[in-house]
């Protein structure tokens, strides 16, 4: 498939830890606009600067700020036979802009519900060295690493009820709107890690 895919869901639904499967199968490469925004603000550009707030306010980022940063990415040379976005587009406005830069393919929506999500959100830690996304309970790092995973900004409850609040009022309206062009795949994302990546290679498989 020649078009970008979307990997689509509510904060803490499995999206980054999901990406690996179909990374692999597709060999597109994973554009996430958290982890570029986390990177900027951890280097203290300027747009660090300006998304930094938003992000601990677990606001989402002004859609003028985040479609530069996908312009910039896309023009790269390994985005040239599409890319599997994860976290982008979260607006219908992102979704307009994307339209005009690039094809997008197929959606896969990873359903979650709420109650859910904040256990997800508060457990999750990551490794800065490798990437790798852990759980305390769902996914327990190795006890080597302990020591340096680090628990992000945003991952508390206060903030991620903000999250979820942003999630429903302007992102899920988007998955109505690629489901209307027809192009969404749903999947059940309230298994186990591993059965949520049988569910997501099975719709991989039937794009
Ligand atoms: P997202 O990228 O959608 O925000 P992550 O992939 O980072 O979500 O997952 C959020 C947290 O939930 C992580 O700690 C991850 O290990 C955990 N997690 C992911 N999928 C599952 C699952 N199916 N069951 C339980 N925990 C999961
Ligand atoms: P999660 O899926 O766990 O909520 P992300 O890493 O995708 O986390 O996003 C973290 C934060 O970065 C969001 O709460 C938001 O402030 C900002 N962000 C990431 N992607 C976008 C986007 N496409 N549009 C607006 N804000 C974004």
Known sequence: MMGSIVLFGPPGAGKGTQAEIIVEMTGKPQ????????SAVSQGTELGLEAREYME?????PDQVIIGLIKDRLSES???????????PRTIPQA???????????????AVPDEDIVNRIVGRRMDPETGEIYHVSFKP???ELSNRLVQ?????????RMRLAAYHNQ??????WYGNMGILSTVDGTGTIQEVSQSVAN???NL
Do not use: H, W
Not at 57 to 61: R, S
Not at 99 to 109: D, G, K, L, W, Y
Not at 152 to 160: A, F, G, I, L, P
């Open 171 to 176: 992102t899920k309206p988007l998955g109505d």
């Open 141 to 143: 790092p190795p006890p």
């Open 152 to 160: 992000r900004k945003d991952d508390n409850e206060e903030t991620v």
């Open 31 to 38: 554009i996430s606009t958290g982890d570029m925004l986390r």
């Open 57 to 61: 306010a677990g606001k989402l980022v």
């Open 78 to 88: 390994d985005a040239s036979n599409g890319v599997l976005f994860d976290g982008f």
């Open 96 to 110: 307009e802009a994307l339209s005009e830069i690039t094809e997008v393919s197929a959606v896969i929506s990873i």
């Open 203 to 205: 719709a991989v498989r």
